[in-house]
């Protein structure tokens, strides 16, 4: 793959490709961006026009908006170190050679497969429900009150929600690096002396550092956009209390009509997951490179 | 200090008898070599030594202490794996310090020994490079190196030279010996190549399947072989084995005579060159034997027999005879 013509032909094979991705991330971006500038209401269609930065202008003055933006990043925050310990301590668990490996593998992947709406309701009615759910039996059972997770504990609950659907994901992932790691490294480590949580800081983790990377990077961008699991649970409350940036777009787009703000919304979005994935590469980047 | 015994030594691993029961006396200083045909279990009993095995029945005893149900850690030994398992995230003076560092030894006492031990093995210029950026001599003498700054009761080596080239091997194994003798610390040496044994060890043990067939100083087992086993398996090439009449005539079962007992020339036997490798050296023959078989033939020098010519031969050193167990008469 180095002589002028085969460059040549790999870069016009690769280009059709390249081109479609381009269209298909600048359309919506120009889309958005243009109506971010724009008066568009679908309550009052007929009134239309260029409003300048109003709309963004708008978000900015929400007494929602720092608190959306604060959720976002707890949620991200909260659901990455949550997943990466419990998946490098599980991962580390199912790694043993134990009767049923296979199947137990296949039970702690399973969470991912389930839809992310689903997810949230078998939590929320199944675990969380004050009068149905698991953990208000186990409460009375206990002699206390349940809890009323959604109510009290909203962003919490949805951190919960959201940490048992990617968990099996960030587990996968640590697993694979787990098993690349050769056992006569942990076997010269525990001749050199190191017990067990020294071979875990010294030679577990940097082993799998470039794994716990990509999981970050990955969780990142998905967990930025979550939307669903609010949506079917707190639905953004009480109040505003769980309230997220994608949330808040969508109650603009969605509950008050207001396309231009929504899209002035999303423009601040894209902005927000490109700060995050600046410090985010800067920090973490040369994990990725050997 | 470093000796090592063990006494009824079993290991299995489900149903399978890897090492049916094993007694062995490793004296301290001694440089013992494991050698055996691949599979044989040389890996398993030395990790039975090192502790990353449990023992199915029998005891070890290092320096006249029970270390059976002792934790690698606690046993005082250091090994070399086959694959250096080095840790590829840590510089070589990390490397080298660290099963210092895991004793919580002194910062300044780590630095002097990762020193002393880098000049010996050539390594200090490479201090603060990964393992990744090294060749893999230089990977064998990090792998050294972490051994040798603990001061072990004694060294494990597994086949440590088999991930390199020829010419390597050959300079390794001096420089290996050489450490021996300045260290004068217990060495077990493990390999399948008889050349490595022989030319190391003060003490090889042959192993055959998990049993012991001959324990002896090189020599010993290159003159004296217990059984047709060690016979074939010293020496290379390989002794020539005669059965039938040929054998008979020694009141044997068995006769064994070395490619390099045999002379070309005047003699009993007669035969057709098959093969001929011509070293300088030496010279290889492959020779088809009326009423006898093929014979290797080592003679030293050139010896101008080519494919196809009808040569004789003469046996010309010691003639070894088995009985019809393989026991040496
Ligand atoms: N962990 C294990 N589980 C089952 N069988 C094993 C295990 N380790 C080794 N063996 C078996 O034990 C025998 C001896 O292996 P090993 O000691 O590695 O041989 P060598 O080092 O002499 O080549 C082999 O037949 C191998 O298949
Ligand atoms: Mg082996």
Known sequence: MSTHSSRLAARLMVAPSVALLLVWMIVPLAMTLYYSFRLYRLISPDRTGWTGFTNYVWFFQSPDFWLAMGNTLVLVGGVLVITVTLGILIALLIDQPIKGQGVLRILVIAPFFVMPPVAASILENLFMHPQNGLFAAVSMALGYEPILFLQDYPMSSVIGIVSWEWLPFATLILLTSLQSLSSEQLEAAEMDGAGAFSRLRYIILPHMTRAITVVILIQTIFLLGIFGEIFTTTQGGPGSASTTLPYMIFKQAIAAKDIGRAAAGGIIAVILANIVAYFLMRGLGRNLDN | ?329
């Open chain 2, 1 to 329: 200090m470093g000796k090592i015994e063990l006494t009824k030594v079993r290991k299995s691993f489900g149903e399978v008898d890897v090492i049916p029961g094993i007694d062995l006396i490793i004296e301290d200083g001694e440089f013992v070599v494991f050698v055996g045909p691949s599979g044989c279990g040389k890996s398993t009993l030395l990790r039975l030594i090192a502790g990353l095995e449990d023992t199915t029945s029998g005891t070890i005893e290092i320096d006249g202490k029970d270390a059976t149900n002792l934790p690698p850690a606690k046993r005082g030994l250091a090994m070399v794996f086959q694959s250096y398992a080095l840790y590829p995230h840590m510089t070589v003076r990390k490397n080298i310090a660290f099963p210092l560092k895991m004793a919580g030894m002194d910062q300044a006492e780590q630095d002097k020994r990762v020193e002393r031990a880098a000049k010996v093995l050539n390594l200090s210029n490479y201090l603060d490079r990964r393992p990744g950026q090294l060749s893999g001599g230089q990977r064998q003498r990090v792998a050294i190196g972490r051994a040798i700054v603990r001061e072990p009761a004694a060294f494990l080596f597994d086949e440590p030279l088999s991930n390199l080239d020829a010419a390597l091997r050959v300079g390794m194994r001096q420089e290996i010996s050489e450490l021996h003798q300045s260290l004068k610390t217990t060495m077990i040496y493990v390999t399948h190549d008889q050349v490595e044994a022989m030319t190391m060890a003060d003490k090889i043990v042959v192993l055959n399947a998990g049993r012991i067939e001959q324990v002896g100083a090189p020599l010993e087992l290159y003159n004296f072989p217990r059984n047709l086993f060690v016979a074939g398996f010293i020496g290379s090439p390989r002794m020539n084995f005669i059965e039938g009449a040929e054998a008979a005539k020694h009141n044997a079962q068995t006769i064994g005579i070395r490619p390099e007992h045999i002379a070309v020339g005047d003699g009993p036997w007669e035969g057709v060159v098959g093969l001929s490798e011509h070293l300088g050296s030496d010279s290889f023959l492959k020779v088809a034997v009326d009423g006898i078989g093929t014979l290797t033939v080592r003679a030293p020098g050139e010896v101008h027999a080519h494919h196809g010519d009808r040569i004789r031969l003469a046996p010309a050193g010691k003639i070894h005879r088995f009985d019809a167990n393989g026991l040496a008469l």
